[in-house]
Structure formats: structure tokens, C-alpha cells
């Protein structure tokens, strides 16, 4: 673990830049997800929080296929695993798109997972899996 990392305030993981991003997503975009996951654990963050294009810090961490830390963040008894992207894609949707079984199987388990929410593509879930 580099020492930036380990020094790493409070105020600084929870600050935004201007596009909106925080520490933690901008260690998921360069694929830093041991970093990421150190983060996770040992700081109280927002880990709903939303970036200024409207992802959330489980959809980064799905899109760049971090399983361990997909994972992590479903393990949050409070994370918004019903999260719905700007195009209307849910993260089920999403973890089925970039093919990433595991995070599906688990997001499944959820007796509240909405399954039924249609993209704007017209697709469910169910479809999208279907053409896989």
C-alpha cells in the first residue's frame, strides 16, 4: 500500500472534483482495486455516492470488473443495489451486460432486486440475459 494512500484524510476521500468523482472512483477507473478495497474498509464513506453523470460507485467498480470489490460494496446493508443509470440500465442490468456472473448471482439473492425494470432500450434483466 503506497503511503498516499495510507495518509489519505477523511475530508480528502469524500471531496469531489470538478466532474464530480471522488478517491474512490477515480481508484476504480485506473484500476487500483486494491486500494479501493483498503478504502472501503478502514473509511467511513458515502459509498451510494453519485458522480455528476449519474453512476454510482457500484456501477464504476461492476464496469471496470472488480469483483472483489463489487462484492465488498454489496456486502453494505445499506447500498442502493436497485440503482437505475442514466439510460436506465440497473446494476443487475449491468452486471449481466459486462458479464460478470458472480456479481449477477449475488445481486439475485436480494428478495427487493428489481427485475422487472425496463431499459431504454425496451430491455429487462431477462432479456439482456437471454442474448447472452
Known sequence: ???FISTITKQVIENKEVNGKTLLMYLIEYKMEKEALHILKNKNIDYNEIDYFGFSILYHSILAEMNELS???LKKEDINY???DPFGDTILMLSII????EIALEL???KDINYNEVNSDG???LILACKK
Open 123 to 125: 430491455e429487462t434483466a
Open 108 to 110: 439475485i439473492k436480494k
Open 71 to 73: 462484492l465488498e460494496l
Open 82 to 84: 436497485n440503482f437505475i
Open 98 to 101: 459486462v458479464n460478470m456472473k
Open 1 to 3: 500500500m503506497s503511503t
